[in-house]
Protein backbone atom coordinates (compact mmCIF):
# COMPACT_ATOMS: atom_id res chain seq x y z
CA UNK A 1 0.00 0.00 0.00
CA UNK A 2 3.07 2.03 0.82
CA UNK A 3 4.88 1.74 -2.34
CA UNK A 4 1.81 3.36 -4.43
CA UNK A 5 1.87 6.35 -2.06
CA UNK A 6 5.69 6.83 -3.41
CA UNK A 7 4.85 6.88 -6.68
CA UNK A 8 1.42 9.17 -6.19
CA UNK A 9 3.73 11.43 -4.33
CA UNK A 10 6.30 11.14 -7.27
CA UNK A 11 4.20 12.10 -9.77
CA UNK A 12 2.50 14.75 -8.31
CA UNK A 13 6.06 16.43 -7.70
CA UNK A 14 6.53 15.87 -11.05
CA UNK A 15 3.01 17.57 -12.52
CA UNK A 16 3.30 20.31 -10.43
CA UNK A 17 7.53 20.81 -11.73
CA UNK A 18 5.87 21.14 -14.99
CA UNK A 19 3.20 23.71 -13.78
CA UNK A 20 5.77 26.01 -12.18
CA UNK A 21 8.20 25.66 -15.40
CA UNK A 22 5.36 26.57 -17.78
CA UNK A 23 3.90 29.37 -15.61
CA UNK A 24 7.89 30.59 -15.50
CA UNK A 25 7.86 30.77 -19.39
CA UNK A 26 4.66 32.29 -19.23
CA UNK A 27 4.62 34.56 -16.68
CA UNK A 28 8.75 35.52 -16.78
CA UNK A 29 10.40 33.72 -20.10
CA UNK A 30 11.92 36.05 -22.65
CA UNK A 31 9.21 37.39 -25.11
CA UNK A 32 11.71 37.19 -27.70
CA UNK A 33 14.11 34.81 -29.24
CA UNK A 34 17.57 36.45 -27.23
CA UNK A 35 16.77 33.62 -24.48
CA UNK A 36 17.37 29.98 -25.97
CA UNK A 37 15.74 28.20 -22.75
CA UNK A 38 13.03 30.30 -21.30
CA UNK A 39 12.16 31.40 -24.45
CA UNK A 40 10.75 27.76 -25.72
CA UNK A 41 8.18 26.33 -23.22
CA UNK A 42 8.92 22.98 -24.28
CA UNK A 43 12.46 23.29 -22.61
CA UNK A 44 11.02 24.83 -19.59
CA UNK A 45 8.60 22.32 -19.12
CA UNK A 46 11.31 19.95 -19.10
CA UNK A 47 13.23 21.69 -17.06
CA UNK A 48 10.04 22.16 -14.30
CA UNK A 49 9.79 18.31 -14.53
CA UNK A 50 13.53 17.35 -13.58
CA UNK A 51 13.30 19.76 -10.50
CA UNK A 52 9.90 18.30 -10.13
CA UNK A 53 11.02 14.52 -9.65
CA UNK A 54 14.43 16.11 -7.61
CA UNK A 55 12.87 16.93 -5.22
CA UNK A 56 9.76 14.23 -5.22
CA UNK A 57 12.35 11.38 -5.25
CA UNK A 58 12.25 9.74 -2.10
CA UNK A 59 15.83 8.76 -0.64
CA UNK A 60 15.26 7.59 2.52
CA UNK A 61 16.25 3.91 3.20
CA UNK A 62 14.21 1.09 4.57
CA UNK A 63 14.96 -1.22 7.58
CA UNK A 64 15.18 -4.08 4.95
CA UNK A 65 17.57 -2.38 2.95
CA UNK A 66 19.33 -1.58 5.48
CA UNK A 67 19.57 -5.42 6.56
CA UNK A 68 20.39 -6.89 2.91
CA UNK A 69 23.53 -4.00 2.64
CA UNK A 70 25.19 -5.69 6.04
CA UNK A 71 24.78 -9.38 5.02
Known sequence: MFKNLKWKKLLIFAFL????????????????????????PYLMTGYGLGAGLVLGWDNKKTKKDDKEENK
Open 17 to 40: GMAAGYAYYYFIGCAGNSCPITSN
